[in-house]
């Protein structure tokens, strides 16, 4: 078993340290900013908020070179040579912040990657998420493995020893590997907007499986990791690279998955080999269970 990066231990370390304090800041912030990210979609003050509670955690952390965010155009410099010695923080800071208003599941979802971004998901050392949900969870892939903690207030609220921190990280799954048999499913988008390869695939799917879609990809990906099955936001006729982003979004969630035991493709090409042309790239994302992810690239290859 290799050790854990210290760095990378760090990095989680400090995006724990800030859960606790973004999830007690969602109660007053599920209104929309007004402002628009990178994207082009419309953010929440939750958005807002939890970016910059993150960055300025992360860019705090000695071997982060550089601070990169789904809600911002560029990389914060952290002052490291990213790639020699320091790693590039890619974060979605509140990912499914449309179930604010909702109040459903949503989460942090973080990417270590070794090379500044643009850079492909082969660049990662670790990724993961936080998923605010009943619980606060988050989930650690690493060269070590995949992990499952429960993140909580420190009773105590942390002392000198532990350089006061105020959270405790619980290993409640010290080996999370993928269910071998799928359970659950869920894809995104509208149905009339799916091209009609993938409805035929989606078709037989609902016949095997069980719906679990929530909106907010940390929680319906965790579904997956726990039951077993598939996740996708697919590509749709008007919009062909889908909705998720491969820096922030979709390399994070392979790296965890392939980590896991499953597979992710954008439905010909592994996600993790995916050469991004920029740092908000979209790419559709079909990830989970191996099997059903063959079946999906061939089902798009037959057209
Ligand atoms: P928001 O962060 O704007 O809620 O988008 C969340 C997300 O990027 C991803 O987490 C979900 O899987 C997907 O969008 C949901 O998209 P739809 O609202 O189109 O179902």
Redesign the pocket.
């Known amino acids: 078993m290799a050790d854990s990066d210290p760095i990378v231990e760090a990095v989680f370390d400090a995006v724990a340290e800030t859960a606790p304090a973004i999830r007690d800041a969602l109660p007053g912030r599920r209104v929309e900013s007004g402002t628009d990210n990178p994207s082009g ?1 419309s953010v929440m003050a939750g958005d807002l908020y939890a970016d910059q509670l993150l960055g300025d955690a992360l860019t705090a952390v000695d071997g982060v070179g550089s601070f990169v965010s789904e809600e911002r155009e560029a990389a914060v410099d952290a002052g490291g040579a990213v790639g020699d010695g320091a790693y590039a923080v890619a974060i979605d800071p ?6 604010l208003r909702s109040n459903n599941a949503m989460g942090t979802v973080v990417g270590i990657y070794d090379a500044p971004l643009p850079a492909t998901g082969r660049d990662l050392v670790a990724a993961g998420y936080v998923l605010y949900g009943p619980i606060t969870t988050m989930i650690v892939a690493d060269e070590t493995g995949v992990r499952e903690e429960v993140i909580e207030r420190d009773s105590a609220g942390g002392d000198a020893e532990d350089g006061g921190r105020a959270v405790s990280r619980s290993v409640v799954e010290d080996d999370l590997r993928l269910p071998e048999d799928p359970v659950v499913y869920g894809f ?2 509208r149905v009339p907007d799916w091209p009609d390869d993938f409805t035929t695939y989606a078709r037989e799917i609902e016949d095997e499986l069980k719906l679990r879609y929530g ?4 929680g ?1 990906v965790n579904q997956v990791l726990t039951y077993g099955g598939i996740f996708a ?1 697919p590509a749709l006729v008007d919009a062909p690279e889908g ?2 982003r491969l820096s922030f ?1 979709a390399n994070p969630i392979a790296y965890i998955v392939e980590r896991a035991g499953g597979a992710a493709t954008d439905g010909d090409t592994d996600i993790l080999d995916i050469e991004p042309e920029g740092v908000h790239d979209r790419v559709p994302l079909y990830v989970g269970n191996e099997a059903l992810v063959e079946r999906l690239e061939d089902a798009l290859a037959d057209e």
Do not use: I, Q, R
Request: charged share 30%.
């Open positions: 979609e509140l990912d499914g912040s449309s179930n995104g988008g909106g907010a990809m940390v319906d936001y909705k998720l979004e």
